[in-house]
């Protein structure tokens, strides 16, 4: 599926090709904290069918709770988180891997998580989301 999409300011734009059975919810702390929100989505890709045509991203690399470097990259003026990918060198000829954050692509309705990571720390009023009303717009 080609999608296309980028930060909030519009500096940085890209367009990717991905699988919509790659789209998944991450509920680490990491993502909460770097979201700001309870959780994380993205779509994974491989980074040769991620293309970025405008603007210049800015790197952050965390380490994770399994001690492996994860390069965040964000647009330096809004601060849109765009992508993160491994921050460690590939075996050779092995292309890296991007989770594309699902939020900054423009099809994004059409990308439904397919699987939940990290549930042990996911909000535990989730699950009960469709039961705190609603309003259509603020
Ligand atoms: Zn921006
Ligand atoms: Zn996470």
């Known amino acids: ?31 909460q904290t770097l979201s700001g929100s309870p959780f994380r989505v993205v779509v994974r890709v491989s980074e040769d069918e991620f293309h970025l045509e405008s603007g210049a991203l800015k790197t952050y690399v965390k380490t994770g709770e399994s001690g492996k470097k994860r390069a965040q ?42 699987r939940q990571f990290w549930h042990r720390s996911a909000q535990p009023w989730l699950g009960e989301l469709a039961s ?7």
């Not at 891997?97 to 439904?112: A, K, N, S």
């Not at 705190?132 to 603020?138: C, K, M, N």
Request: with cysteine; hydrophobic share 30%.
């Open 1 to 31: 599926m080609n999608i296309d999409g980028g930060c909030h300011c519009g500096r940085v734009t890209f367009h990717a090709v991905v699988d919509p059975e790659r789209v998944m919810i991450c509920n680490c702390t990491d993502c």
């Open 73 to 114: 990259r964000f647009c330096p003026e809004c601060g849109t988180h765009i992508y993160a990918t491994s921050a460690e060198a590939t075996a050779e000829g092995e292309p890296r891997r991007f989770g594309i954050r699902v939020g900054t692509i423009r099809q994004r309705r059409d990308l439904v998580p397919k």
């Open 132 to 138: 705190i009303p609603t309003a259509e717009t603020q």
